[in-house]
């Protein structure tokens, strides 16, 4: 059992509807019924009485929720103890990371993180893989998120999740009426490249598969292949959250075969002792990837 599933089933309970509940704390619908769920298999039975318009508290769950708000009250006093002993409420935070997971990922984190410590100067830095390990290596932030293989001994690297690369083509494509094509079927297509470590591995995939990519674009603007693939410039293999909003004009078509994927870790640096503003950070983070930020994005 989570913190944050009691913080949900309550809200619920207040709202006595899913949809009402859901918009009340910025998560799509299903992720809140996933949670509520999960809860519900780990206390063995029932919380909700679901109805169409309405959905009320079982006697399991009325129960559950005296004892949740107990719990909750409690944490957030030890929350603001510790915060006030490792004086979080004043201080400054520096975290690099690659596009693609700034863009997609940070937005919800970022907003509990300032919700949580408004009194906390957050700078972000963008860059590729290499340059957010430098920038850790180096202490210019004190927290980064790149794609592996990246940085050296001198960070510690925390997993954070894999995801696979997708397919994205003009609409008018023959392939966009698929489900999902081998990659060697891609071998006269001309390739829209994102740049840095995504190149890299969509390069190396093609080689494998037997054949070499032909260059049409390189870009480090996720924005820019979208609209170059609308237009009918070539195709582009994308890591899937890269895809959370797909440009009008083109089709996500998934890899058959052994696919494609990429592995994103959290760096800090070696040695060094990760601020207080830091873990707090760290902590939103890996919640967020709990709750399903990112299959919520993929599906916007």
Same mark, same amino acid.
């Given at each position: 059992?989570?913190?944050? #599933?009691?913080?949900?089933?309550?809200?619920?309970?207040?709202?006595?509807?899913?949809?009402?509940?859901?918009?009340?704390?910025?998560?799509? #619908?299903?992720?809140?019924?996933?949670?509520?769920?999960?809860?519900?298999?780990?206390?063995?039975?029932?919380?909700?009485?679901?109805?169409?318009?309405?959905?009320?508290?079982?006697?399991? &769950?009325?129960?559950?929720?005296?004892?949740?708000?107990?719990?909750?009250?409690?944490?957030?006093?030890?929350?603001?103890?510790?915060?006030? +002993?490792?004086?979080?409420?004043?201080?400054?935070?520096?975290?690099?990371?690659?596009?693609?997971?700034?863009?997609?990922?940070?937005?919800?984190?970022?907003?509990?993180?300032?919700?949580?410590?408004?009194?906390?100067?957050?700078?972000?830095?963008?860059?590729? *893989?290499?340059?957010?390990?430098?920038?850790?290596?180096? &202490?210019?932030? #004190?927290?980064?998120?790149?794609?592996?293989?990246?940085? *050296? =001994?001198? %960070?510690?690297?925390?997993?954070?999740?894999?995801?696979?690369? +997708?397919?994205?083509?003009?609409?008018?494509?023959?392939?966009?009426?698929?489900? *999902?094509?081998?990659?060697?079927?891609?071998?006269?297509? *001309?390739?829209?490249?994102?740049?840095?470590?995504?190149?890299?591995?969509?390069?190396?995939?093609?080689?494998?598969?037997?054949?070499?990519?032909?260059?049409? %674009?390189?870009?480090?603007?996720?924005?820019?292949?979208?609209?170059?693939?609308?237009? =009918?410039?070539?195709?582009?293999?994308?890591?899937? +959250?890269?895809?959370?909003?797909?440009?009008?004009?083109?089709?996500?078509?998934?890899?058959?075969?052994?696919?494609?994927?990429?592995?994103?870790?959290?760096?800090?640096?070696?040695?060094?002792?990760?601020?207080?503003?830091?873990?707090? !950070?760290?902590?939103?983070? !890996?919640?967020? +990837?709990?709750?399903?930020?990112?299959?919520?994005?993929?599906?916007?």
């Amino acid at each position: 059992m989570e913190l944050y #599933q009691l913080e949900y089933f309550l809200e619920v309970a207040r709202q006595r509807n899913f949809t009402r509940a859901a918009a009340r704390l910025h998560l799509a #619908q299903a992720a809140l019924s996933e949670q509520v769920r999960k809860l519900e298999e780990e206390m063995g039975g029932p919380l909700f009485v679901r109805g169409r318009r309405e959905s009320t508290l079982t006697p399991a &769950g009325e129960m559950l929720r005296s004892h949740a708000e107990i719990l909750l009250g409690q944490a957030e006093v030890a929350r603001r103890a510790v915060a006030g +002993l490792l004086k979080i409420r004043r201080g400054q935070l520096a975290v690099g990371s690659i596009p693609s997971v700034s863009a997609c990922l940070f937005p919800d984190v970022v907003a509990g993180f300032r919700v949580r410590h408004p009194g906390v100067d957050l700078c972000l830095l963008e860059g590729t *893989s290499e340059q957010v390990g430098s920038w850790v290596e180096e &202490g210019r932030v #004190q927290l980064g998120v790149v794609q592996l293989p990246a940085g *050296s =001994g001198k %960070c510690v690297q925390s997993p954070l999740f894999s995801e696979p690369f +997708l397919l994205l083509v003009p609409a008018v494509h023959t392939l966009a009426r698929k489900r *999902s094509v081998p990659l060697a079927s891609l071998a006269d297509e *001309s390739f829209i490249f994102y740049r840095g470590r995504v190149r890299e591995v969509v390069e190396s995939a093609c080689r494998l598969a037997g054949f070499e990519p032909r260059v049409a %674009c390189e870009t480090g603007e996720l924005e820019t292949i979208r609209s170059l693939v609308a237009a =009918g410039l070539g195709v582009a293999l994308l890591p899937r +959250l890269a895809l959370g909003r797909v440009a009008e004009g083109c089709r996500v078509v998934g890899l058959s075969g052994p696919g494609v994927k990429r592995e994103v870790a959290l760096l800090c640096r070696s040695g060094a002792q990760l601020p207080a503003e830091g873990m707090e !950070f760290q902590r939103l983070l !890996f919640a967020a +990837l709990g709750e399903g930020v990112m299959d919520k994005r993929s599906r916007r």
